[in-house]
């Protein structure tokens, strides 16, 4: 059945678009798109029949041997040999979800036609984008700088008939392409292999899954920290709009008027508090979800600008007549906003571990470890544990990638950007980040029980009650992993 059709054309895409799974796409190139990758290429052909002037990737060696030139009866081989050679990855294979993020973003950057590519090796792409065999990449092999060489070299593999995909559940080698999708080998022309490997491909499709998940993930650590507030009797004079408006931070406002939202028409918060004020994990939600908001904005925009340009060397300007070598697939904008981000999310988790941690104190009238027979039961104890393990975890893998560099091509690649690692970093901060909002999900719904028969505001009641559906109060103790499990899916499947 055939899926959605999406055209590619020039016009900016936002981060929304891919809030939507990739997999149903159908994507076909646009006129547009197709007369300027066109005249890109015959500007190209012209320069290599009409000139001997050595430029970069194209008739010369690549990287620190830039200095050799190439015969024009070699530029075809060239260009194999540079994504055969440039297949060095290692570490664990890539999801599909990101590989396809990756092709899409690839086919996208080429679509603008500075890249010298030919329109039959761009619908090539397509094409497998469009069957569904995902080629099989791995982890490590980028330094965020001349691209994410490595990544790209395996996801353009099976274009020339190599490597391996992953079509229907099972992989196949490149040479199986034709029998599985009826997509034959193509043969790379002068500047193509280049193009398909320079790039910021890879750190971006991470970029944009981690950002598009960042936004849920602060959805839910609002709304898991307003049941949290609830159910430790916290107060909600804390989020007044009278107190964020002399300190007017734009996330900081925005949480502190979700949260008041969450809490409208609460019973709880009617009842005569007898402290006067919460702990920070409680009272400061708005200014500490607030920054990683801010944060996370920061990032979208700058995950924009990288999504809709062009990110590999060099560039052909046909309009100009000009071929420049320049460093547009250097990954600094994306080093550092990766780090930022993991840095951000890794602090959502911290403040949710507190309030694990304050929930269990047996505090505010609730029992210690939120079991109804503390002692003969350790109730929810070592939820705790396991939160601030992965919280110390998030921590660890916060520290600044961007801040590294090592020399790499002899010297010719004197700085690179690490961003490569900064973006698979910041994907486990997220998937961490899940399970520790999962973890004080179950707390705080727990926590919440002993409060009855007051109740909180609908919207959180009716979050409580579609929980129960799939974890259940506990009366004593058992295998909590199994509801752990069930908690982080319940969360990642929760429509925000």
Known sequence: MMGKIHQLDTAPLPLEFFSNDLSGLQLVLSDEAKQKVEVCRKFLEQKLNTSEEPVYGINTGFGSLYNRHINKEQLEQLQENLVMSHACG???????????????????????????????????????????????????????????????????????????????GNIYAGTELPKVTGLDPIRLKAKEGLALLNGTQFMSAYGVWCTVHAFKLLHLANVVGALSLEAFDGRGDAFDALVHGIRPHHGQVAVAEEISRLLSGSALQKIKKEHVQDPYSFRCIPQVHGATADTINYVKGILETEINSVTDNPNLFPDQERIISGGNFHGQPLAL????????????GNISERRTYQLLSGMRGLPSYLVKDPGVNSGLMILQYTAAGMVSRNKQLATPASVDSIVSSNGQEDHVSMGANAATRTKQVVDNLYMILALELMCAAQALEFRRPSRSSDRLEE??????????????????????????????????
């Not at 497998?128 to 353009?156: I, K, R, T, Y």
């Not at 129960?468 to 982080?488: G, I, Q, S």
């Open 463 to 496: 979050l409580v009650h579609n929980f129960r559906k799939e974890v259940t109060f506990v009366n004593t103790d058992r295998v909590l992993h199994d509801d752990m499990v069930k908690a982080e899916l319940f969360l990642r499947s929760l429509n925000w």
């Open 337 to 348: 906003a990766m780090d930022f981000l993991a840095i951000a999310l890794a602090e959502l």
């Open 90 to 168: 290692s570490g664990p294979e890539v999801s599909d979800e990101i590989v396809r993020l990756m092709l899409f973003l690839k086919i996208r950057s080429l679509a603008y036609g500075h890249s010298g590519v030919q329109v039959s090796t761009v619908e090539q792409l397509i094409n497998l984008f469009n069957s569904g065999a995902l080629p099989v990449v791995f982890e490590f092999g980028s330094l965020g700088a001349s691209g994410d060489l490595a990544p790209l070299a395996h996801l353009s593999l099976p274009l020339i008939g190599k490597g391996s995909v992953r079509f229907k």
